[in-house]
C-alpha cells in the first residue's frame, strides 16, 4: 500500500511538472522597458501604452506561434545606469526574447553593451542622433537624414538664415547638434547661439537671456523631457513669440503637448514620420483603438507609433522564422514589412534601421499638428552623416564620454 502511495505521489508529481512545461512553453516572454517615473515619464509612458496595445492587438488574434505574448514590464526610472541594471535583469533573469525599450540616447548606449553581451535584441523606437549601428539594436524611429537634416535644411529655406540651438546636456542634444551646425555651415547660415541645460533641470534663465541678445531668425530645439515646461515658459516671459522667433522642436509631440501651454507654442514647427493628422484608413483605426483603450483625452505621436509598430515588425519575422531565436528573427527582418498608420515601414537589411516617410508640421490650437511638407516615400536610413567621416564621428562621440566621466550625459557632478 505504502509502495502505491509513493507511486502515485510520483506520478502527481511528474504530472504537475509536464503541465508546468507546458505552460511555460505556452507563453513568450517579452520585455518593455521604459521611465514610468522621473523626468522622462512625461515622454515614455505613452510608448509603453503603445507596446502593450500591439502585444495585446496579437493575443486577441491567436498569439504568436500559438502561444500568447506575456509583457514584463520594468521602469527605467529615467536613468540612464538604472536602465541597463534593468536590460540585464530582463535579459538573465525574466528570460525575456526581446526588448522593446528606451527613449534617450544615454539610455539606449549605456543598455547596448548588455544586449551585445548576451547577444540579445532590443527595438528601439526614438528618433535619435546616428553614429551607431549594432547588431543587437534594430532602430524603429528616424536616423538623422530622416529628422534632423530635412528639418534643418527647410528651417534654412522658409524660416531664416539665424539660429540659435538648445538642448539638453547629453549625447543626442549634443551630436543632434554638431550635425546641425555642419549642415547649417554648409548652407551659409549662421549659429548665433548654442546652449544646454542638464536633463531635467529648470534652469533655463541664462539660456533665455542669450536667446534674446543673440535675435536669431529660429530656434532649434533638442530638449527633452519636463524641461520643455519650463523653456516654453520662460521663452513666453520674455517676449518671444513664435511669429517673430519660431522654435522647431526635434524631441515634442502631440503627446508631450498634453503637458505643455499650447498657447505657447501656436505655429511653433516639428518634425517627425508620423503625426496623429496623418490621413490613411490605418492610422484612423490607430487612432480609434488607441483612445477606445487609453482615453479620449490621449493623442497618438511618432515615438507612440514606432513603439506600436516595432512589435508587429518583431512578431512578422517571428512567424517567417517559425522561432523566436534571435538569429533566425534577425535575418527575417528585412524581408518583412508592416502597413503602419504612417505608412508602409521596412526594416533596412545593410543598417537594421527602419525606411521612414518624414514629415514637417506647424501646431495647431488643438494641439494637433498640420502637416505643411512631406516626402510623401520612405526615405531610406543613413545612421551615419557625411559631412565627416565615420572615424571623425566616432572620435567626437568618445570625446563626449570622456568629458561626461566615462557617461552619456552631463550628470553635473
Same mark, same amino acid.
Given at each position: 500500500?505504502?509502495?502505491?502511495?509513493? !507511486?502515485?505521489?510520483?506520478?502527481?508529481?511528474?504530472?504537475?511538472? +509536464?503541465?508546468?512545461?507546458?505552460?511555460?512553453? !505556452?507563453?513568450?516572454?517579452?520585455?518593455?522597458?521604459?521611465? +514610468?517615473?522621473?523626468?522622462?515619464?512625461?515622454?515614455?509612458?505613452?510608448?509603453?501604452?503603445?507596446?502593450?496595445?500591439?502585444?495585446?492587438?496579437?493575443?486577441?488574434?491567436?498569439?504568436?506561434?500559438?502561444?500568447?505574448?506575456?509583457? =514584463?514590464?520594468?521602469?527605467? %526610472?529615467?536613468?540612464?545606469?538604472?536602465?541597463?541594471?534593468?536590460?540585464?535583469?530582463?535579459?538573465?533573469?525574466?528570460?525575456?526574447?526581446?526588448?522593446?525599450?528606451?527613449?534617450?540616447?544615454?539610455?539606449?548606449?549605456?543598455?547596448?553593451?548588455?544586449?551585445?553581451?548576451?547577444?540579445?535584441?532590443?527595438?528601439?523606437?526614438?528618433?535619435?542622433?546616428?553614429?551607431?549601428?549594432?547588431?543587437?539594436? =534594430?532602430? /524603429?524611429?528616424?536616423?538623422?537624414?530622416?529628422?534632423?537634416?530635412?528639418?534643418?535644411?527647410?528651417?534654412?529655406?522658409?524660416?531664416?538664415? %539665424?539660429?540659435?540651438?538648445?538642448?539638453?546636456?547629453?549625447?543626442?542634444?549634443?551630436?543632434?547638434?554638431?550635425?546641425?551646425?555642419? +549642415?547649417?555651415?554648409?548652407?551659409?547660415?549662421?549659429?548665433?547661439?548654442?546652449?544646454?541645460?542638464?536633463? #531635467?533641470?529648470?534652469?533655463?534663465?541664462?539660456?533665455?537671456?542669450?536667446?534674446?541678445?543673440?535675435?536669431?531668425?529660429?530656434?532649434?530645439?533638442?530638449?527633452?523631457?519636463?524641461?520643455?515646461?519650463?523653456?516654453?515658459?520662460?521663452?513666453?516671459?520674455?517676449?518671444?513669440?513664435?511669429?517673430?522667433?519660431?522654435?522647431?522642436?526635434?524631441?515634442?509631440?502631440?503627446?508631450?503637448? %498634453?503637458?505643455?501651454? $499650447?498657447?505657447?507654442?501656436?505655429?511653433?514647427?516639428?518634425?517627425?514620420?508620423?503625426?496623429?493628422?496623418?490621413?490613411?484608413?490605418?492610422?484612423?483605426?490607430? $487612432?480609434?483603438?488607441?483612445?477606445?483603450?487609453? #482615453?479620449?483625452?490621449?493623442?497618438?505621436?511618432?515615438?507612440?507609433?514606432?513603439?506600436?509598430?516595432?512589435?508587429? +515588425? &518583431?512578431? !512578422?519575422?517571428?512567424?517567417?522564422?517559425?522561432?523566436?531565436?534571435? /538569429?533566425?528573427?534577425?535575418?527575417?527582418?528585412?524581408?518583412?514589412?508592416?502597413?503602419?498608420?504612417?505608412?508602409? $515601414?521596412?526594416?533596412?537589411?545593410?543598417?537594421?534601421?527602419? &525606411?521612414?516617410?518624414?514629415?514637417?508640421?506647424?501646431?495647431?490650437?488643438?494641439?494637433?499638428?498640420?502637416?505643411?511638407?512631406?516626402?510623401?516615400?520612405?526615405? %531610406?536610413?543613413?545612421?551615419?552623416?557625411?559631412?565627416?567621416?565615420?572615424? !571623425?564621428?566616432?572620435?567626437?562621440?568618445?570625446?563626449?564620454?570622456?568629458?561626461?566621466?566615462?557617461? &552619456?550625459?552631463?550628470?553635473?557632478?
Amino acid at each position: 500500500m505504502k509502495k502505491k502511495y509513493i !507511486e502515485y505521489v510520483y506520478c502527481v508529481i511528474i504530472l504537475g511538472f +509536464l503541465v508546468g512545461c507546458q505552460q511555460k512553453q !505556452e507563453i513568450i516572454k517579452v520585455g518593455v522597458l521604459h521611465s +514610468l517615473s522621473g523626468t522622462m515619464a512625461i515622454s515614455e509612458k505613452a510608448v509603453a501604452d503603445a507596446t502593450l496595445m500591439a502585444i495585446e492587438e496579437i493575443n486577441a488574434k491567436g498569439g504568436l506561434l500559438g502561444k500568447k505574448i506575456v509583457p =514584463v514590464i520594468y521602469d527605467g %526610472r529615467s536613468d540612464a545606469s538604472y536602465f541597463a541594471a534593468q536590460a540585464e535583469k530582463l535579459i538573465s533573469q525574466e528570460k525575456v526574447e526581446v526588448v522593446f525599450g528606451c527613449w534617450t540616447s544615454a539610455s539606449r548606449k549605456t543598455v547596448k553593451p548588455v544586449f551585445e553581451k548576451h547577444k540579445h535584441l532590443l527595438f528601439y523606437p526614438i528618433q535619435y542622433e546616428g553614429l551607431e549601428q549594432s547588431p543587437n539594436i =534594430v532602430y /524603429t524611429g528616424a536616423a538623422p537624414n530622416q529628422q534632423i537634416i530635412p528639418a534643418t535644411k527647410w528651417a534654412f529655406d522658409h524660416l531664416g538664415k %539665424r539660429f540659435f540651438i538648445v538642448g539638453s546636456d547629453y549625447v543626442f542634444p549634443r551630436t543632434a547638434s554638431a550635425i546641425i551646425k555642419d +549642415l547649417l555651415t554648409e548652407l551659409g547660415a549662421e549659429v548665433v547661439g548654442d546652449e544646454y541645460i542638464l536633463l #531635467g533641470s529648470k534652469d533655463v534663465k541664462p539660456m533665455i537671456d542669450k536667446i534674446v541678445a543673440s535675435k536669431p531668425d529660429v530656434i532649434l530645439n533638442n530638449i527633452n523631457g519636463d524641461s520643455n515646461i519650463a523653456f516654453f515658459k520662460a521663452l513666453r516671459q520674455a517676449g518671444i513669440r513664435s511669429e517673430d522667433i519660431p522654435v522647431f522642436s526635434f524631441s515634442i509631440a502631440e503627446d508631450e503637448l %498634453r503637458s505643455l501651454e $499650447v498657447s505657447q507654442m501656436l505655429g511653433d514647427y516639428l518634425a517627425w514620420n508620423y503625426f496623429q493628422s496623418v490621413s490613411s484608413p490605418e492610422n484612423e483605426r490607430f $487612432v480609434k483603438d488607441y483612445k477606445a483603450k487609453y #482615453g479620449e483625452d490621449r493623442v497618438t505621436d511618432d515615438p507612440i507609433e514606432a513603439g506600436y509598430i516595432s512589435v508587429y +515588425l &518583431w512578431a !512578422e519575422a517571428v512567424r517567417e522564422a517559425g522561432t523566436t531565436d534571435i /538569429t533566425e528573427v534577425k535575418n527575417q527582418l528585412p524581408n518583412g514589412s508592416f502597413q503602419a498608420p504612417g505608412g508602409l $515601414v521596412y526594416i533596412d537589411a545593410a543598417t537594421q534601421h527602419t &525606411w521612414k516617410t518624414v514629415h514637417i508640421g506647424k501646431i495647431q490650437e488643438d494641439a494637433q499638428i498640420e502637416i505643411i511638407w512631406s516626402s510623401h516615400k520612405p526615405i %531610406r536610413p543613413n545612421p551615419f552623416p557625411t559631412s565627416r567621416s565615420k572615424q !571623425e564621428w566616432e572620435h567626437f562621440l568618445n570625446t563626449l564620454y570622456l568629458n561626461w566621466n566615462q557617461q &552619456w550625459a552631463n550628470l553635473g557632478k
